[in-house]
């Protein structure tokens, strides 16, 4: 079994930023490929960013390249997202996902991922 919790949630301002973490436990961090989801009210969830085992590979979305950033340390079982000039539409509950020996490509739909975290509320006024 694995276990994922979020944090680093919060409210911002329009152009801030803010740095999510998921921690995970019950297995080698190391063969997991990592992703995060978001979801906001009314909508469906939708992929943000994803990081293979090793972090040779990563993947963004379109609306968040160039602002996003998602990194792993294997040492401290632990993946993040880095959010810099954050927009209103970014707010939303951002979930951690893993799937265990993900391959050489990032995984970027919700069926690739068989365990997900509690979620972290991210609100950016305008």
């Known amino acids: 079994q694995v276990q994922l919790v979020e944090s680093g949630g919060g409210l911002v301002q329009a152009g801030g930023s803010l740095r999510l973490s998921c921690a995970a436990s019950?297995?080698?961090?190391?063969?997991?490929?990592m992703g995060w989801f978001r979801q906001a009210p009314g909508k469906e969830r939708e992929f943000v960013a994803a990081?293979?085992?090793?972090?040779?590979?990563?993947g963004y979305a379109d609306s968040v390249k160039g602002r996003f950033t998602i990194s792993r340390d294997n040492a401290k079982n632990t993946v993040y997202l880095q959010m810099n000039s954050l927009r209103p539409e970014d707010t939303a509950v951002y979930y951690c996902?893993?799937?265990?020996?993900?391959?050489?490509?990032?995984?970027?739909?919700?069926?690739?991922?068989?365990?997900w975290g509690q979620g972290a509320q991210v609100t950016v006024s305008s």
């Open positions: 996902a893993a799937r265990i020996f993900g391959g050489i490509r990032v995984k970027i739909t919700t069926r690739d991922y068989p365990y």
């Open positions: 990081i293979t085992e090793s972090g040779g590979s990563t």
């Open positions: 019950g297995r080698s961090f190391s063969s997991f490929a």
